[in-house]
């Protein structure tokens, strides 16, 4: 992950480099891609490689931004899987909730259109799954907006965020509560065994 990131540093700006020894996830914004593609090949094979023209979609969501006719101070922006889960953050305060989660992570250009719709000076978002946390800071880099992303893993920790959120209050208040609170919330999940093993003398099938 370190070394992705020393070749990549001077060929261009707003370089993440997220991941693990297995696998990293970039970004970044460079007027010469095959050079990046280049660099990377030297560390293994690529995979789900996308390139946006981003000037082109920086245009797009900021007119859409600047036609309404009043931004308020501060909006939230979530990302929540299911009515019923789209409705409680509804419920908690959220002006435009983006449907996604484990297995459908919405795209930068689908968190700026929610960011644009939102109409407000200054944007909060939740990704809510540990996915969805580097397309929300691409979006973040992108628009001209003040956006915060509050990193929260799961929809629960999203849910615990915006129990703290106060919209009367300024953002870098909110963003520190919320980001405590979140911080707060410990997320289990029973699912499916891909396999039968076996766990402290107890069969999983």
Excluded: C, W
Excluded at 10 to 16: I, K, N, T, V
Excluded at 77 to 103: N, P
Excluded at 169 to 176: I, P, R
């Amino acid at each position: 992950q370190e070394l992705a990131r020393q070749a990549l540093e001077g060929l261009g700006d707003s370089l993440l480099v997220v991941g693990d020894p297995d696998a990293v996830k970039v970004h970044v914004h460079t007027n010469n891609p095959g050079r990046v593609l280049e660099e990377l090949l030297a560390f293994g094979s690529l995979h789900d490689i996308n390139i946006d023209n981003m000037a082109e979609q920086k245009t797009h969501f900021e007119q859409s931004a600047l036609a309404s006719e009043e931004l308020k101070p501060l909006g939230v922006v979530a990302v929540a899987l299911g009515t019923g889960m789209e409705s409680i953050f509804e419920g908690l305060g959220v002006d435009v909730v983006v449907s996604g989660g484990q297995t459908m992570n919405p795209s930068t250009e689908e968190l700026l259109g929610a960011m644009a719709r939102v109409s407000a000076e200054k944007v909060i978002v939740l990704p809510n799954n540990k996915n969805i946390i580097l397309a929300a800071k691409q979006a973040q880099e992108i628009t001209d907006l003040q956006v915060e992303v509050i990193p929260t893993r799961s929809m629960t920790q999203g849910i615990g965020a915006m129990l703290a959120f106060k919209p009367d209050s300024d953002l870098e208040t909110n963003v520190e509560a919320m980001n405590s609170a979140a911080g707060k919330v410990t997320t289990g999940e029973v699912t499916y065994a891909v396999r039968t093993s076996t766990l402290d003398g107890q069969e999983i099938l």
